[in-house]
């Protein structure tokens, strides 16, 4: 079992509220990663950071935003959201880089209503 | 463009028989591929990780194999059991950015019933 948390497991809110999902690793990992994931779909990479004060846009365009001020800590922030903002949200970890194994956390499902 | 193609898209297969699931990749150059197993409502746990130089790794009753010539990958999983029913998620790697790019398929949903 990897050592990456991630709350709430589960986040149901209405529209134009702003909302942070957190994300913890205990394992020293330099490189997070945010990716989003629709049901029946691959997963899409929509933010990583190699390191503290480290962040980068994904592949997927998203509206979101992180931070990464320590090394353990990776949250995703929504300023306003919107019902297309529902979907399962995963964060990952990996020691080097994203070639290694990645472990995810348990993810976030959120709806937007 | 670089792809990972994933068949069948979904499979039921009775508790203590055998299955082989499939994936095809155009990813390149590449650098490793990995088959995650993903429950419902929780996140991918790698099940094996294959270079280029390897052709098949095993992890209990998991086996993967790989061709990096015809660029296929296979994942079969012996006497099937019921914790086995989940997502089955085959992720290729890259070895030209300096990120480590890894390309998902869409995933093989296996059930296994009793």
């Known amino acids: 079992e990897a050592d990456i948390y991630q709350t709430p497991r589960y986040l149901v809110i209405g529209t134009g509220k702003k909302i942070t999902l957190e994300c913890s690793q205990t394992m020293g990992h330099d490189k997070m990663y945010w990716y989003q994931q629709d049901p029946g779909m691959e997963l899409h990479l929509i933010h990583y950071?190699?390191?503290?004060?480290?962040?980068e846009k994904g592949d997927l365009s998203s509206e979101s935003t992180v931070s990464r001020i320590r090394t353990e800590h990776f949250p995703l922030t929504l300023e306003s959201a919107r019902p297309s903002h529902t979907s399962q949200y995963l964060c990952?970890?990996?020691?080097?880089?994203?070639?290694?194994?990645?472990?995810f956390g348990p993810g976030t499902r959120l709806t937007v209503l | 463009k670089n792809q990972v193609e994933q068949s069948p898209q979904s499979l039921i297969i009775l508790e203590g028989k055998n299955c082989t699931l499939q994936c095809n990749y155009t990813v390149s150059p590449f650098s490793n591929l990995r088959w995650y197993k993903q429950d419902t409502g929780r996140g991918p746990v790698s099940l094996t990780i294959m270079t280029f130089s390897e052709n098949t790794k095993s992890n209990g009753r998991y086996t993967a194999t790989l061709d990096a010539d015809t660029k296929q990958s296979s994942l079969h999983i012996t006497a099937s059991q019921l914790s086995d029913s989940a997502s089955y998620i085959c992720v290729v790697a890259d070895r030209g950015s300096t990120l480590g790019r890894l390309y998902f398929g869409r995933g093989t949903q296996l059930t296994v019933w009793p």
């Open positions: 990952a970890s990996s020691e080097r880089s994203g070639r290694d194994t990645q472990y």
């Open positions: 950071s190699y390191g503290v004060n480290s962040t």
